[in-house]
């Protein structure tokens, strides 16, 4: 303590206590401010950090998103290669935060793009679709995201001197308010102590007692400076009784206190004296017992020997008492490692060095010992010796050779594998030169220097040598090597692990052979693959050139086929033809067949462009009453075989008129009645068409499409075995089946995924719930486009136009077509009406007319010879006066694609061949506005009203049974002279029933009249076979 006086007044003698204090506010108002800017500097770092990982998450969270969410929809789009949608998709994207270029690429060519990289540091990531089809992920190309990590750093930037700026004002108030609290409640205090304390230095313990400036009333309670004034006056008063006293003993106990230091100080453990005598008192014990053994060195004072001894294992207590007690008879030392129990309930290892002390009898007095703790050296010891027992093991054990060699070359260790390497033993190889052993001939010339570089190399090597066995072998072996060394850093041998690789290498051989064998393979299948992919190629463009071809040749002369029976039934109704009732009816049916034959063209080219992938929407209008009327139809025979209940139903508020692509529709039905058909045993299945609630229109609209627009829901239902829930997720997909379908062994798993495909081509959504045991429904929405105009007068066969009005001028109209009959057609049907009319054969013909005669309408054939008709609509657009020309193309085509070329090549609009005349006259009426004379055909023939379908059994039913079975036959081989004849006997009985027969004949519906009749036949009866509520 002395000592500490005499260093503190170095530093601050001759200064004033109040100095020294404002030295220690100062150095605290500077400490303050440093850690005041530390603190400040730190949170900023902190808080724009985590501003900037902040927004680094949400990038990554955006990018987890869309591989989450929006990857299946995405694939969808790409997998339809519907440019629109996905390019919609990809703008959305981009409006992700940060978002700044995302794109598809295909064949490592970007195919669809959003926004473009522009800056330095950007975050991306790639995903690629995988589309499945037949049960594989399909690669169909990659999405690339790319987000910018520039405007992160640069809000980041931004809100660097804000952040900054606020958070050291706060800290600065904070360290303001913290200094001059402390200088108001201690600083002050201090320096009255500080003064008093040199006071006492300079007059000694004499003088008045010390007190501090506080208030007379307030709210002051004393607190730690009063308690530390108390303290110093107590200890004044203290001081000066024991001053006397501390001066006699001073140099005693400096004494005691210098041999008690040297010797606590130089023992690092614990020090005791303990009576060997009874009771075994302990006479000290030093303060390191607490690091010890965890307790209080209080515990031992005055205790006795068996306190100490209880810290002892419990294992280890009989060694130790035995071994105190030979060394005290035998008057040595000795030296114990033991175990003691530490307070933390762990054990320590000690070393215990104790000497025993006699008395004047020669007897045993005391026992003086110093114990160290060990604990750490003796853990090392034992991790050492459990490593040697697992080096020893691996050594044995190890099926690499393991190897040592002294300086001279000579076996040190040698394991069982290198016995089993080599086929010598341990006790045959120790000792001996590796020249000896297994070197060959070859080698042993360079050995002592490749020896040499060894022994200096400072780390390992690694070789592949040809080595000799004990009985003439040579094997191929790799070897590794490092040099071992002492604790002075001299090499003193060498290790060497070997492995035997004469097999591998032969196998490697081996491998090398098949390899290349293979790879001629592949290259050759490869080539294989190639030709036969070009001749596939080759192949599709062949039938892609013959439907486009095919459907101009065949619509071209329908249409002359079709448009001269319409000129002339027209004619005939006008009474400026006098036909006989016979050949009216005749040329009726040529129309109807042509009409027919049309419908069968288009249904074979909508199947081809499904086949090709090609299938787009065609717009038109559909009766829903007609469709439900044809789907009951079609199925009453399948589902009257099975007993099932078939019900075609239409909700009231339905509209009955809509507009949608009807030949997909219908698909889509068939797809699903078939299949509701097909797996139900017993029951019934039902088709039920409705609208769609607000919430469920938006949950099944598209994505894309906008909500809350009004939606057209079908539901079928069936009673049959149902669907396993987890197998519905994976129904849609292409070649997928469910159990049941397997089971039946029909089909091919694709209808549900061509429905599937139809369904979002019309802009909506299918889905199915099933309960297995009691059925299944499969429902999709539509858009709902309802149509509520009245039928165009002009498209009703009962209206005829007589002519132009009065009032007009005369519209000239040119028809360019370089088919005569064509040309003659349209000549035929709007000359007589009031129209001026010429004509052209081919496109240069054509500009010359449209040039000299200025028409007001052109009738355009698209494909001529020589110049075609996109080229000559090029040219007059191209012009002022052109663009004033209405162009309405005449096109056999029935490709969306090919008409989207012909409006992009500056047609108004186009008709497709083989048109009809109120289609043609309705077309002129909407780009030139004219106005028609219309008269009633009273002449005209007129449908028989269509029996009702219970009348309709009923009559069916009252015939004679070999009569039913004669037009189920005939129906069914769609013999229509054999029909023909059996209505005709029909009729002798039952008019109305044979006009209705005669009706469906007409419309060559033989699969429709040999439902009606099976159904008739059938013992059951069963109206729902064939009913259809609206």
């Given amino acids: ?307 100490w001894a209880g810290l002892i294992l419990p294992a280890d207590r009989r060694r130790v008492a035995q071994e105190i007690r030979r060394a005290v008879a035998e008057r040595r030392p000795y030296v114990l490692e033991y175990r003691i129990c530490h307070a933390d309930g762990g054990l320590r290892w000690v070393g215990d060095h104790g000497r025993p002390a006699y008395g004047a009898d020669d007897r045993p007095a005391w026992i003086d010992s110093v114990v160290v703790d060990i604990s750490a050296r003796k853990q090392a010891e034992i991790a050492l010796q459990r490593t040697e027992r697992k080096l020893s093991l691996h050594l044995q054990q190890s099926i690499v050779g393991i190897i040592e060699w002294d300086t001279d070359f000579r076996v040190a260790e040698w394991n069982p594998a290198a016995e089993h390497i080599f086929g010598y033993t341990r006790a045959q190889a120790m000792g001996r030169a590796a020249k000896d052993l297994i070197l060959p001939r070859e080698v042993l010339p360079v050995i002592d220097t490749v020896w040499a570089d060894l022994l200096q190399r400072s780390g390992g090597t690694y070789s592949n040598n040809r080595n000799l066995t004990s009985d003439g072998r040579v094997i191929s072996c790799e070897w590794f090597n490092t040099a071992l060394t002492n604790d002075d850093d001299q090499v003193v041998g060498v290790m060497s692990l070997v492995r035997d690789v004469t097999a591998r290498e032969r196998t490697e051989s081996e491998l090398r052979v098949y390899r290349n064998h293979l790879e001629e393979l592949v290259r050759q299948r490869t080539l294989d693959l190639e030709r036969a992919k070009d001749l596939a190629e080759t192949a599709s463009r062949a039938k892609s050139a013959f439907v486009a071809n095919i459907s101009h040749e065949l619509r071209t002369p329908l249409n002359a086929v079709l448009g001269f029976s319409s000129l002339l039934l027209r004619e005939a109704l006008a009474g400026r033809e006098p036909l006989s009732a016979t050949q009216r009816e005749h040329l009726m049916t040529v129309r109807r067949s042509g009409e027919h034959l049309l419908t069968l063209i288009n249904n074979v080219l909508e199947l081809s462009r499904i086949e090709t992938g090609g299938s787009v929407v065609n717009l038109g209008e559909c009766d829903l009453d007609d469709l439900l009327v044809w789907l009951q139809q079609m199925f009453a025979l399948k589902a009257g075989d099975k007993g099932l209940a078939l019900r075609c139903t239409r909700a009231p508020e339905t509209p009955r008129q809509i507009r949608t692509d009807e030949v997909k529709l219908r698909q889509v039905l068939i797809n699903l009645i078939g299949n509701a058909c097909k797996f139900t045993e017993r029951g019934s299945v039902s088709l039920h068409v409705d609208l769609a609630s607000p919430a469920a229109a938006d949950d099944g609209r598209a994505p894309g499409a906008p909500t809350g627009e009004a939606r057209l829901r079908f539901a079928v239902a069936d009673s049959g075995p149902g669907i396993a829930a987890d197998e519905l997720p994976g129904l849609f997909q292409a070649f997928a089946q469910s159990a049941t379908g397997r089971q039946a062994a029909e089909g091919s798993g694709l209808g549900l995924a061509l429905c599937r495909h139809f369904v979002d081509l019309l802009g909506g959504r299918i889905e199915a719930r099933s309960t297995v045991g009691k059925g299944s429904v499969f429902t999709f929405d539509i858009p709902l486009a309802a149509v509520t105009r009245p039928t165009p007068v002009l498209a009703s066969e009962k209206r005829v136009v007589r002519g132009l009005q009065e009032g007009q001028p005369v519209y000239r109209l040119l028809v360019v077509d370089d088919d005569d009959d064509n040309r003659r057609l349209l000549v035929r049907v709007l000359a007589p009406l009031g129209f001026a009319v010429k004509e052209a054969g081919d496109g240069q013909e054509a500009l010359r007319l449209w040039e000299s005669w200025q028409p007001h309408l052109i009738w355009m054939d698209m494909r001529m010879p020589g110049v075609d008709g996109g080229e000559v609509t090029r040219r007059i657009k191209a012009t002022a006066r052109g663009r004033e020309t209405k162009v309405l193309a005449l096109t056999a085509s029935s490709y969306a694609e090919e008409r989207a070329d012909i409006l992009a090549a500056g047609c108004d609009d186009f008709l497709a061949k083989p048109f009809r005349e109120a289609e043609l006259l309705a077309a002129i009426e909407r780009h030139l506005g004219v106005r028609y004379v219309l008269d009633e055909a009273a002449d005209a023939p007129t449908s028989p009203r269509p029996m009702d379908p219970d009348a309709l059994l009923e009559a069916l039913r009252a015939l004679p049974d070999d009569w039913l079975g004669d037009l189920e036959r005939a129906a069914v081989r769609a013999e229509m002279g054999l029909v023909a004849t059996l209505i005709e006997r029909i009729a002798t009985v039952h008019p109305a029933l044979a006009a209705d027969l005669a009706r469906r004949a007409d419309d060559f519906d033989y699969g429709g009249i040999a439902t009606l009749v099976d159904a008739a036949m059938s013992p059951s009866g069963d109206r729902q076979g064939v009913g259809c509520a609206a």
């Fill in 1 to 307: 303590m002395s000592a500490a006086r005499e260093v503190s007044p170095a530093s601050g003698a001759g200064t004033p206590p109040s100095q020294r204090v404002d030295r220690l506010g100062r150095r605290l108002t500077v400490a303050m401010v440093i850690f005041s800017s530390v603190v400040t500097a730190v949170i900023t770092a902190i808080q724009l950090y985590a501003d900037y990982r902040n927004d680094i998450d949400r990038i990554e969270e955006s990018f987890s998103f869309i591989r989450e969410s929006y990857l299946n929809v995405l694939i969808d789009s790409v997998w339809t290669a519907n440019d629109g949608q996905i390019q919609a998709q990809l703008d959305g994207l981009l409006r992700l935060r940060d978002m700044e270029y995302l794109a598809i690429t295909v064949n490592d060519q970007p195919r669809w793009t959003a926004g473009a990289p522009h800056s330095q540091r950007t975050i991306e990531s790639e995903v690629e679709l995988l589309r499945l089809y037949r049960d594989k992920p399909v690669p169909i190309g990659r999405l690339r995201l790319v987000a910018s990590a520039d405007n992160v750093l640069a809000r980041v930037a931004d809100k660097l001197l804000l952040v900054l700026f606020e958070n050291a004002v706060k800290t600065t108030l904070v360290a303001g308010f913290v200094s001059w609290l402390f200088r108001n409640m201690v600083t002050r205090h201090l320096a009255r102590l500080a003064r008093f304390a040199d006071d006492m230095q300079a007059t000694g313990l004499a003088g008045p007692a010390l007190r501090l400036e506080r208030p007379l009333r307030g709210r002051w309670r004393p607190d730690v400076l009063d308690t530390v004034v108390d303290a110093v006056n107590a200890m004044r008063s203290t001081l000066a009784a024991a001053y006397d006293d501390l001066r006699r003993t001073a140099e005693q106990l400096a004494q005691s206190e210098q041999r008690f230091r040297v010797l606590v100080s130089n023992v690092p453990g614990v020090i005791y004296r303990g009576d060997l005598r009874p009771p075994f008192h302990l006479h000290f014990v030093s303060e390191g017992v607490s690091r010890l053994s965890g307790h209080s060195a209080a515990r031992f004072t005055g205790a006795t020997a068996i306190t």
